[in-house]
């Protein structure tokens, strides 16, 4: 099989070096078996009762219309930190985004239930809505994580290998479209360039998997994390996950607040 007919895959015990390597190298990247069992079912316990009281207020076009979706998450599931700023993902976003920032932050937290019916997502580029692109710079990484075995039945992300090259989506053959077959508690990493998108799910259950993007700290992030997650409920979470959330200045300059972690802000 060549290699972009296939996502490179690692166990749990391969090296960080080696997973960054392939995922800036050919977009994406699947790391099986990263969460523990408990974990994901702590997770998916939290998101039942909010997936079926709001998760169709996000139907759409873009979105479909027999998938079940939730946004900031971190205002959810207090299970979910620990997929958010698990250290896999961290190391990726150190890879990624750090060499063009000084720290990085969540763009979005989104968990995603694919129902039985719903077609194939539109194939996208998740950094799309920052309107001008600077060579040799990523922008953002993506974190999926399958709450639920990925199948090519149920609906496992479609990923097109390369394609952080800026290709046109339009001329991207359908031969190329490979999917995040994956376990329980796998974690898919790709790059906010990669074109990718949700698969069609034929099979009779549904497939949910929460995804969070993370951008660079000098970018505004795509889901206003102080606005959708309640302050008390912000405060509450360690220092790690605040300043992921944007609790933090980047630099001594952008974003500076009264009680800023770093110290930026200069009181009277
Ligand atoms: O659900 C998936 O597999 C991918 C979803 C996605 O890419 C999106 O909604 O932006």
């Not at 060579?135 to 974190?143: F, L, R, S, V, W």
């Not at 549904?206 to 000098?218: A, E, M, V």
Request: aromatic share 8%; with cysteine; proline share 6%.
């Amino acid at each position: 099989m060549s290699e972009n007919r296939t996502i490179q895959r690692f166990d749990n015990k391969a090296s960080d070096e080696a997973v960054n390597e392939a995922l800036m190298r050919v977009g994406a990247a699947i790391v099986e078996g990263a969460a523990p069992r408990d974990l994901i079912d702590r997770v998916q316990a939290d998101f039942r009762e909010p997936f079926d009281r709001e998760g169709h207020v996000f139907s759409n076009d873009f979105n479909g219309y027999k998938t079940l979706r939730l946004g900031g998450v971190l205002g959810i599931s207090r299970a979910s930190a620990e997929l958010i700023a698990h250290p896999r993902v961290m190391a990726a976003a150190d890879a990624a985004l750090l060499p063009h920032c000084e720290n990085y932050r969540i763009g979005s937290t989104t968990a995603i239930e694919i129902h039985p019916g719903e077609g194939h997502q539109e194939l996208h580029r998740d950094d799309n809505f920052y309107p001008y692109r600077i060579p040799g710079i990523e922008y953002q990484i993506a974190a999926m994580w399958a709450l639920d075995d990925f199948t090519v039945e149920n609906g496992a992300t479609r990923v097109i290998l390369g394609s952080q090259d800026l290709r046109p989506i339009e001329d991207i053959p359908e031969e190329d479209v490979i999917q995040a077959v994956m376990p329980r508690g796998s974690l898919l990493l790709y790059l906010g360039a990669t074109v990718h998108g949700g698969g069609a799910n034929h099979s009779n259950g549904p497939r949910s998997g929460l995804i969070n993007t993370y951008s660079l700290g000098w970018l505004r992030q795509e889901e206003n994390q102080y606005l959708t997650v309640p302050r008390e409920i912000a405060d509450s979470y360690p220092e790690n996950i605040r300043r992921l959330m944007g609790y933090q200045a980047h630099g001594t300059m952008l974003g500076v607040y009264p009680g800023d972690p770093d110290g930026y802000w200069y009181d009277a």
